[in-house]
């Protein structure tokens, strides 16, 4: 009986024509499995010498906590790598489109292979996961979410509207984010860093001086200022000064004021009054600063 049906089953393939049987081969296992490699769509999971793959340098995270990057690390000694990376393929490696902190905890972990899954995107597309994983996960400093929203609307022409829809944000958030690239490089150092917070930074953005901007910075860090008492900073900066009568000769004064200020590498002030008499005023932002005043004069005597 089971001769017949193959028997008949041969037939029917002879029947069909040359063309279609030169497609699919006579033996039905083989013809199975490439019916299945046809079928998959969905790029399956695979693993990968860790040595052949390569983190993305337009990724937007620059920056790795090393603790938790160890904390990681233990996990996947214990447990393995339990969600596979996101890559392409490059000509001779795998690029990270979404993973780079596993991988890298991976590779202190001294693990040689790491499961992976391999897709195919343009460069905004890469971004745009790279960015929302990132965000999702709370990865970035408020500098480089910034960073990653001005390269999305300068590179790929997007408004701030059609970022906003992709990250899952609101305008004025994507708004309030791409202001902080205003701060002074120091200060957006000192973001990344940790040193001041993303409340902190926002508070004197509005300092035009970039210099004044970084000294209120440290101010901020040096003293562990919390933002209310930076706000009140902020206004008491703001006032307006007394408008006080200048004597004849205050030219004489503003110049000796400048000469100071660059000799001690930092803001003096003058005040004189009517009868040439008065005080000098030399601003300070750190205990460091303020040793480095003193010797400074100490050298000067």
Do not use: C
Request: without cysteine; charged residues 35%; aromatic residues 6%.
């Amino acid at each position: 009986m089971a001769q017949s049906k193959k028997s008949t089953s041969k037939g029917l393939g002879k029947g069909l024509g040359r063309g279609l049987s030169a497609l699919i081969p006579e033996n039905d296992e083989k013809s199975e499995v490439i019916v299945k490699e046809v079928v998959v769509k969905e790029p399956a999971e695979i693993k990968v010498r860790i040595s052949q793959i390569e983190p993305n340098k337009e990724q937007p995270r620059k920056m790795f906590d090393e603790d938790s990057l160890i904390e990681l690390s233990d996990s996947i000694k214990q447990y393995g790598v339990l969600q596979p990376l996101l890559v392409q393929k490059k000509d001779e490696y795998y690029e990270i489109i979404a993973g780079e902190r596993r991988w890298r905890a991976a590779k202190l972990a001294g693990i040689k292979e790491i499961p992976v899954v391999i897709k195919d995107y343009s460069d905004q597309e890469i971004m745009e996961i790279a960015l929302i994983e990132n965000i999702q996960r709370e990865d970035l400093n408020p500098i480089e979410e910034a960073q990653a929203y001005q390269r999305l609307i300068k590179d790929y022409k997007l408004k701030q509207d059609e970022v906003a829809e992709k990250v899952s944000k609101s305008r004025a958030a994507i708004t309030n984010s791409l202001r902080l690239l205003k701060l002074d490089k120091r200060v957006q150092e000192m973001v990344m860093e940790g040193k001041l917070s993303n409340g902190h930074a926002r508070t004197i953005i509005s300092i035009d001086d970039k210099d004044k901007q970084f000294m209120i910075a440290q101010k901020i860090f040096d003293e562990n200022l919390s933002v209310r008492e930076v706000e009140k900073l902020m206004r008491e900066l703001e006032k307006p000064s007394k408008v006080l009568k200048k004597p004849e000769n205050d030219f004489v004064y503003r110049d000796f004021e400048e000469k100071m200020s660059k000799l001690l590498a930092t803001h003096v002030t003058i005040k004189n009054r009517d009868n040439n008499k008065g005080k000098i005023e030399i601003n300070y932002y750190s205990q460091e600063e303020l040793e480095r005043i003193y010797d400074l004069l100490k050298k000067l005597n």
